[in-house]
């Protein structure tokens, strides 16, 4: 199992949307077909001159910086022309009534963030997500994706010794209501169908995370 080792990724590649050429289709940069790739579609955006022609991208050349990725993080998105907040690509979230106590702070967050720190993000490997990608930020940069976590990882994680705790304390947007045990526990449900994306702090160690549901 091959493993991804950046300074935003640190994960296995099949957390990642790369996959083994097993149809050898050609790269449509270098036309190689040995490093795993990904066939473009809708849910993945490149950064690159000649992004409107390419169909499959390789590994290879992302690690040679031949393209690289529009990604979402916490307030908004990271395209080729800039930072685009969630509050200007869906304006009636400004109407919303925590807008000023929840997502304000996040895109404020997200435009203090040096650009160089935004151009690494873009040349970091998106993971895999049902509902789309979103990069968590903490200490002004942002998280690691260290993977998808089940109920083992949580144990070996807790500090108390108590996963369902530590997992109220570090998902940020589903907890409570028996939802770890029937989700992740180890006698969770058989309807069981989320996904946990842990991430860590490269400068505090803090872990957070989300859930999605296929």
């Known amino acids: 199992m091959d493993y991804i080792n950046q300074k935003y990724f640190?994960?296995?590649?099949?957390?990642?949307?790369?996959?083994?050429?097993?149809?050898?289709?050609a790269c449509s940069f270098c036309r190689h077909t040995k490093?795993?790739?990904?066939?473009?579609?809708?849910?993945?955006t490149i950064i690159s001159r000649d992004a409107n022609k390419a169909e499959i991208v390789c590994l290879q050349c992302f690690y040679e910086k031949k393209y690289s990725f529009e990604q979402q993080a916490e307030g908004g998105?990271?395209?080729k022309d800039g930072i685009l907040l969630d509050s200007e690509?869906?304006?009636?979230?400004?109407?919303?009534?925590?807008?000023?106590?929840?997502?304000?702070?996040?895109?404020?967050?997200?435009?203090?963030i040096e650009k160089s720190k935004i151009q690494e993000l873009q040349h970091t490997p998106p993971f895999n997500a049902w509902q789309g990608a979103i990069w968590l930020v903490h200490c002004n940069d942002f998280m690691t994706f260290i993977g998808t976590w089940?109920?083992?990882d949580f144990v070996n994680n807790s500090p108390n010794n108590?996963?369902?705790?530590?997992?109220?304390?570090?998902?940020?947007?589903?907890?409570?209501?028996?939802?770890?045990?029937?989700?992740f526990g180890p006698n969770k449900s058989e309807y069981a169908e989320s996904t946990f994306y842990a991430f860590e702090c490269m400068h505090c160690k803090k872990k957070r995370g989300y859930v999605d549901n296929g």
Do not use: M, R, V
């Not at 590649?13 to 289709?25: A, G, L, Y």
């Not at 490093?35 to 993945?44: G, T």
């Open 10 to 25: 640190k994960a296995s590649i099949e957390e990642t949307p790369f996959e083994s050429n097993q149809n050898n289709k």
């Open 35 to 44: 490093s795993p790739s990904i066939q473009l579609d809708d849910s993945l």
């Open 89 to 112: 690509k869906y304006n009636y979230l400004k109407d919303s009534h925590d807008y000023d106590t929840d997502l304000l702070p996040k895109e404020k967050q997200l435009l203090s």
């Open 77 to 79: 998105y990271l395209t």
């Open 162 to 183: 108590d996963p369902s705790a530590f997992f109220d304390n570090i998902c940020d947007n589903w907890n409570g209501d028996d939802f770890y045990d029937n989700q």
């Open 150 to 152: 089940e109920h083992k």
